[in-house]
C-alpha cells in the first residue's frame, strides 16, 4: 500500500463515524457535536452523487450486495454506512433527466432509505463544470438584471414545489464547479485575455441571487459555492468572492486525485489537497464538503488511493463530509445523450460496482464497510 497515511484506529473511528450520519429531515446539515482526529466524529457524512440511477435503471441496470440480493441503491447505500445523497438539478435536460420529476423521485427514495439530500443547481440544461457554464436555453438573449430575477424566480420555484413535497434538503449548492462563473458569458470572471470587467460583480450578483432564493424557502439548510481542485490555495477565491459581497454559509470542493495527479502522483495530490483544505476552512472560517470524488474503476491501487485521502480530510474539524461522484455506474454504461456528440463521449470510468453490479473496494473502503 503506497504510503497509506491512515491508521487502524483512525480508520475504525471512520467506520463508526459512518454508521452514525444524520438522517434525512435535518435541515441543518448533520453538524453537530464537533470532534477531531481522535474522536468519534457524530458530524461527518459519508455519501454519493447518484444523479444518474434512475437513468440507469431506465436501461434496465440492476444493483446487487455482496450476496448477490438485488437492492434498492440508496436503501444499499444507507446499509453501507451513508448517511447523503447529491443530486444535481438542470434546468431544462433532455429527456428530462435531473429535472424537477426526476430529482424529486431520487430525492424520496433517498429520504425514504433514510438519506439526508443535497441538491446540486447547475443553472444550466446539461453539466456545468470550469470548462462550460452554458447558460439554460430558455435564458438565452436575458439581459443581466433578467437572468438575475431568473436565477432568483427558478430557485425559489423549483425548492417551495420540493418542499411540498415533503423533501428537506440538508444542503443546497448555488452553481457546480463555479470557479470561473456561471451563466456564461454573463457571469463569466475571465478569459484568454484576463480578467473579464465587471465579470465577478455580475457572477457575485447572480450567486447571491440563488443563494438568498434559497434561504427564502429553507432559512436553516447550509447553502454553499463549490469549486473544482480541492489540491489547488483556494483562499484567493473565496477573498474575491467575499470582497464583491458574495454570500455562503460552506464552502463544496471537487477532489479527483488520480485525474488531477497529471506529472505527480496521486499521493502527492491527496497531500495538497489535506492541508489545502485545511488552510482554506481556516483563512475563511466556513465548513467545508468534499462533494465530489473519485478514482479510476480498473486502478488496482484505487483503493489505497481513496483511503489515503480519507484518513487525511477525516481530521480536519471544519470538513463536515466526504460524497463520492456516480459510484453506481458500471458496465460501460452511459447516458443516451453521450452517443449524439461528435465525436461521442466515453463512459463513465470512475464507477465503483463491477460488472455484475456489486459494489468494488473502493466504494467498500469509502463507506468503510
Request: glycine fraction near 10%.
Amino acid at each position: 500500500m503506497k504510503r497509506f497515511i491512515g491508521t487502524i484506529a483512525i480508520m475504525a473511528a471512520m467506520m463508526m463515524a459512518a454508521s452514525c450520519g444524520k438522517d434525512s429531515g435535518n435541515s441543518g446539515g448533520g453538524e453537530g457535536s464537533g470532534g477531531g482526529s481522535s474522536a468519534l466524529r457524530t458530524d461527518f457524512y459519508f455519501g454519493a452523487d447518484v444523479s444518474w440511477v434512475t437513468e440507469m435503471e431506465k436501461d434496465h441496470k440492476k444493483f446487487y450486495d455482496n450476496t448477490g440480493k438485488e437492492l434498492d441503491l440508496f436503501y444499499m447505500f444507507k446499509t453501507m454506512g451513508q448517511s447523503i445523497s447529491r443530486l444535481r438539478v438542470w434546468v431544462d435536460p433532455v429527456g428530462g433527466w435531473c429535472g424537477y420529476d426526476d430529482v424529486y423521485a431520487k430525492a424520496k427514495r433517498a429520504q425514504d432509505a433514510g438519506l439526508s439530500v443535497m441538491l446540486d443547481f447547475h443553472y444550466s440544461d446539461f453539466f456545468a463544470d470550469p470548462g462550460k457554464q452554458n447558460m439554460p436555453a430558455a435564458w438565452v438573449g436575458k439581459s443581466h438584471a433578467e437572468l438575475v430575477q431568473a436565477v432568483s424566480d427558478y430557485t425559489k420555484e423549483f425548492l417551495t414545489k420540493i418542499k411540498l413535497g415533503g423533501i428537506n434538503p440538508a444542503y443546497i449548492q448555488i452553481g457546480n464547479e463555479t470557479r470561473n462563473g456561471m451563466l456564461w458569458p454573463d457571469g463569466q470572471l475571465w478569459n484568454d485575455n484576463g480578467d473579464i470587467a465587471g465579470g465577478w460583480e455580475r457572477y457575485v450578483e447572480l450567486s447571491n441571487a440563488g443563494f438568498d432564493a434559497a434561504k427564502s424557502v429553507f432559512p436553516s439548510t447550509k447553502v454553499m459555492v463549490h469549486l473544482n481542485h480541492a489540491f489547488e490555495d483556494n483562499t484567493w477565491w473565496f477573498s474575491k468572492f467575499l470582497s464583491k459581497g458574495g454570500k455562503y454559509d460552506m464552502i463544496g470542493l471537487s477532489h479527483y486525485p488520480q485525474t488531477d495527479s497529471e506529472k505527480d502522483s496521486y499521493i502527492v495530490v491527496n497531500s495538497l489537497a489535506i492541508s489545502n483544505v485545511e488552510a482554506l476552512a481556516k483563512a475563511t472560517g466556513k465548513t467545508i464538503m468534499i462533494v465530489e470524488t473519485g478514482v479510476k474503476a480498473s486502478y488496482s491501487d484505487s483503493p489505497d488511493c481513496i483511503k489515503g485521502f480519507l484518513s487525511g480530510i477525516y481530521k480536519i474539524e471544519a470538513v463536515k463530509g466526504v460524497l463520492y461522484w456516480e459510484p453506481e455506474v458500471y458496465g460501460g454504461w452511459k447516458p443516451a445523450i453521450y452517443d449524439t456528440f461528435t465525436p461521442a463521449w466515453n463512459a463513465y470510468d470512475m464507477g465503483a460496482f463491477d460488472n455484475n453490479g456489486k459494489p468494488m473496494e473502493a466504494i467498500k473502503v469509502f463507506v468503510n464497510k
